[in-house]
């Protein structure tokens, strides 16, 4: 039987599937602890015989190998800077897997995977299409005529780095009013603290005595409380905004949300759809579907890299 | 021998080039008023009549026409409202040459076209590339995986529709802050009027009787007039933003700019690179060349019609 092989490498676990030749259902799964592998060498010497032990055992034909990383470089094959892995700026991942299996091994950065993979549950298929990734920052996959968007240096898709507010928020970039300082689980949280000066005495988030998070706002927003509801939908309005101005370059026909902060579904939703609707180009209005993704996060990842 | 031909329809004139086989030299070219038509199928006809007059007094051998005009829609073959054309609203222009004309014939916009030609141009080749027109308003084309971004509908690039400023100059599109609003030959005139409310009594532009025009800001300029220089500074800053954060999204190698005000040269582009350059995600930092076209606009039009 032919199988791909999807790699995911995070900073808490690396989750690996294998894959029967053109199905998009995970056939094997696997997974590890990050922190169990000191070295990147170590680490790709257990996943190799990991693999070569299935492999052998039931009798599978590798065709190739796909492995998304956080600050993966497509065209240096490289794991660059990574803040959450701990084995050095520069990993060289593709050529210590390419040292391992004589198959094709393609590799790009954990937000392209993802956007593979939730491009591929488009029913109808679209040729343009952008994921959202909403965690502790914003991150986002462009495909356009079929084909993701890398750019002259592999760095297309920092929609999470696009300025949408001059002298805004301080953004870890060093730069100022970064749509990730708003929209991304660590932005909400920003948006509560700066209110709490102004309106905030009223919420009951004001009195909350452990660390502020993003899910405590939509909590309480289920609550009735009126500034975490306030949260969200100015959260959804800004994400509107950007999304409106993205839509006017690419044009896609289908934009989805995932990550973290995408589980506040409608809360996020309506107000980012209202605020798209109201904001963009009059001729681009009504032609691109903002949703909130259904895929397994889990499996995300990994598919993804299969896909490759 | 081998030729295709490129047509560019324009609210003036229409321009036509036969090129030899894989050249971009034009070896053949026509002009026509366009208000010599009062139809779009008597031009279709006229044009035809003299294309196939040359094939077959030249022994030519057409392999396929390319046309770009204004508001030309690739996946309808239509022009749809165009304003500077009197032929009604929806012209099928592909169908009425498709009748005359057995080789393929492609249609795009003139932004579109113009961006192939340009493309063209570059030298080492790039795949991913950003053409700026700044004319009246402000057009742009995308190429990204060395392909054009037509977008879901065919309406991508419309750079000049990004929202830079909110709540700021009400545009054309009903709406407020669009970059072409600041960014283009009407842009700088209004950034001049703006201005002589605060501080325009000392620009010898504020004593003019006739209408204000980008050409005479940039005249003044040349003439050391401040308010004139600071007009040219603050467009080339606007321009620099907003292709901060198209870097961001597509990471062009290279954008050229074109159309009437680059004919302002250096006055413009260095306010746009300096501030391209602070203001752009530092991992972009010295990643994107940003030039004026040196191609000659007549050409421009046939050749990327052509190319299409």
């Known amino acids: ?32 602890s990050t922190a169990a592998f000191e070295t990147a060498p170590a680490m790709v010497t257990a996943i190799a015989v990991w693999i070569k032990q299935q492999l052998t055992s039931q009798d599978l034909a590798l065709e190739k190998i796909g492995i998304a990383a956080p600050n993966g ?38 937000a392209n995977a993802a956007t593979l993979a939730e491009w591929s549950m488009t ?19 462009i495909i356009s005529n079929g084909k993701l968007v890398h750019g002259a240096n592999g760095f297309a898709g920092e929609l999470g780095h696009v300025i949408i507010e001059k002298n805004g928020r301080l953004c870890g970039c060093g730069r100022r009013g970064c749509l990730e300082t708003y929209v991304s689980a660590t932005g909400v949280v920003r948006t509560a603290k700066e209110r709490f000066t102004k309106q905030g005495n009223t919420s009951i988030l004001f009195n909350q005595t452990t660390e502020l998070t993003a899910r405590d706002i939509y909590e309480a ?88």
Chains 1, 2 share one sequence.
């Open 1 to 32: 039987m032919k199988v791909r092989i999807g790699i995911d490498i995070g900073g808490t676990s690396i989750k690996l599937g294998i894959f029967q030749d053109a199905s998009n259902q995970v056939f094997l799964h696997q997974k590890w």
């Open 73 to 110: 470089n497509y065209q240096t094959g490289q794991i660059e800077f990574a803040a959450n892995l701990n084995w050095g700026d520069i990993v060289p991942i593709r050529a210590l897997f390419q040292a391992e299996f004589d198959c094709p091994i393609h590799f790009d950065n954990d």
């Open 123 to 141: 029913d109808p298929k679209v040729e343009d299409f952008v994921l959202i990734t909403l965690g502790t920052g914003l991150g986002a996959g």
């Open 221 to 308: 927003m289920l609550q009735g409380d009126r500034l975490a509801s306030e949260i969200f939908q100015f959260t959804g309005e800004t994400l509107g905004f950007a999304l409106a101005n993205l839509a006017a370059i690419t044009q896609p026909a289908q934009i989805v949300l995932a990550g973290g902060l995408s589980r506040a579904g409608k809360y996020l939703l309506e107000p980012t759809i209202q605020s798209f609707q109201v904001q963009v180009l009059p001729i681009l209005r009504d032609k691109t579907i903002i949703k909130i993704s259904n895929t397994d996060p889990n499996q995300l990842g990994i598919l993804g890299a299969s896909l490759l």
